[in-house]
T-cell receptor, first 115, second 109 residues
């Protein structure tokens, strides 16, 4: 079974703090993704990576950065947390779509509260 | 850009059949996927349609019409455990997905 793990289920941070969210997958997937999920807005893509050290902006990258130094690990960084970044953060991984295996596998999520 | 429309909520009773529709507008199309998410859980993959037609997986089926930019998820023999949110998503060439806002399915006894 594919396993995607995230470093924390719940996190509370103060405004202005630097926040690191980590994600690890064990399926040797090339692609990794970070989403945020807010009520009524669905899942919105923040950043994705299709290879080590490669990253691409998603739909809402402002206020975030990412790092992928190893294939299995993809980190989301909030440089200076703000209250509007309070959300559920979901990590996912997948094979490239050209493989015909389009499914993304999600981690359990990190519920981040910024006060 | 890409946008998807799906109903926000659908209700049904146990044993019934329910259809959740999804219409999309996209600049590039690499298939329509469906995901299920139980309250407090992670989204899990249900089905994928790259070509027109019906795909069946047990009690769940998914349909795609690329000419109409339309698809649906059909759930048969509804069970209480099917109460969840269902998201349609369209794929892009970068293997990314754009998700709809989700449909909350409430199954009552």
């Amino acid at each position: 079974d594919v396993k995607v793990t995230q470093s924390s289920r719940y996190l509370v941070k103060r405004t202005g703090e630097k926040v690191f969210l980590e994600c690890v997958q064990d399926m040797d997937h090339e692609n990794m993704f970070w989403y945020r999920q807010d009520p009524g807005l669905g899942l919105r893509l923040i950043y994705f990576s299709y290879d080590v050290k490669m990253k691409e902006k998603g739909d809402i990258p402002e206020g975030y950065s990412v790092s992928r130094e190893k294939k299995e690990r993809f980190s989301l960084i909030l440089e200076s947390a703000s209250t509007n970044q309070t959300s559920m953060y979901l990590c996912a991984s997948s094979y490239p779509i050209r493989t015909g295996r389009p499914e993304q596998y999600f981690g359990p999520g990190t519920r981040l509260t910024v006060t | 850009g890409q946008s998807l429309e799906q109903p926000s909520e659908v209700t049904a009773v146990e044993g019934a059949i329910v259809q959740i529709n999804c219409t999309y507008q996209t600049s590039g199309f690499y298939g329509l996927s469906w995901y299920q998410q139980h309250d407090g859980g992670a989204p899990t993959f249900l089905s994928y349609n790259a070509l027109d037609g019906l795909e069946e997986t047990g009690r769940f089926s998914s349909f795609l019409s690329r000419s109409d930019s339309y698809g649906y998820l059909l759930l048969q023999e509804l069970q209480m455990k099917d109460s969840a949110s269902y998201f349609c998503a369209v794929g892009s060439g970068y293997s990314t997905l754009t998700f709809g806002k989700g449909t909350m399915l409430l199954v009552s006894p």
